[in-house]
């Protein structure tokens, strides 16, 4: 997998945008958001159980991310097309604010080497990446836990600062001065 300080692959993935007849889909590489921070989250598949509650907490967030100048970038191995029908079928789909990635080809997680190693599915991981495409985060969870958005956010208000942070550090609290 790769880990802090490695640079974001590249990549060239369909993308399903909106409900919009016409617009739902677009092309999204490593170049679209250059200057922004992303935050690049992976789940296992479409049309399961933790994977909507995970991504419908980014969608929530998504204002929150957008203030600190981060674009939000999910992803799985499903098509565009299955994203897409998630979103039609799923209450909590429908108005997500952020691009849903389709790695049919695997370029993207086989490049972030997050793939499971049995299952053939993405594992749960989350990267913030930098404004020059360096990995400046990275965190993997097992397939049977959900992650924490809160806790990504808190990680991205860290790095922002570029000071050192200390255990549970939160925005507004005092840095470390050595």
């Not at 991310?65 to 565009?80: C, E, I, K, P, Y």
């Not at 097309?81 to 997680?109: I, N, Q, Y």
């Not at 985060?137 to 958005?149: K, T, Y």
Request: charged share 25%; glycine share 6%; with cysteine.
């Amino acid at each position: 997998m790769l880990t802090v300080g490695d640079r974001l692959p590249s990549f060239s993935l369909q993308a399903a945008v909106s409900l919009e007849k016409g617009k739902e889909f677009t092309q999204i590489t490593d170049k679209s958001y250059e200057g922004k921070w992303l935050v690049l989250f992976a789940w296992p598949m479409d049309f399961t159980f933790i994977c909507p509650t995970e991504i419908a907490e980014f969608g929530k967030n998504n204002k929150n991310f957008s203030d600190r100048d981060a674009q939000v970038l999910g992803f799985s191995t499903d098509s565009h097309f299955v994203h897409h029908a998630w979103r039609t079928h799923h209450e909590d789909l429908r108005g997500l604010p952020f691009p849903m990635l389709a790695d049919v080809k695997h370029e993207l997680s086989n490049g972030l080497g997050i793939l499971h190693k049995t299952d053939g599915v993405c594992l749960r991981a989350t990267f913030i990446v930098d404004p020059q495409g360096v990995i400046r985060w990275a965190s993997v969870n097992d397939l049977s836990v959900g992650r924490s958005v809160p806790e990504v956010l808190r990680v991205l208000d860290a790095l922002q600062t570029d000071e050192l942070c200390p255990c549970n550090w939160q925005k507004g609290d005092a840095v470390l001065k050595p």
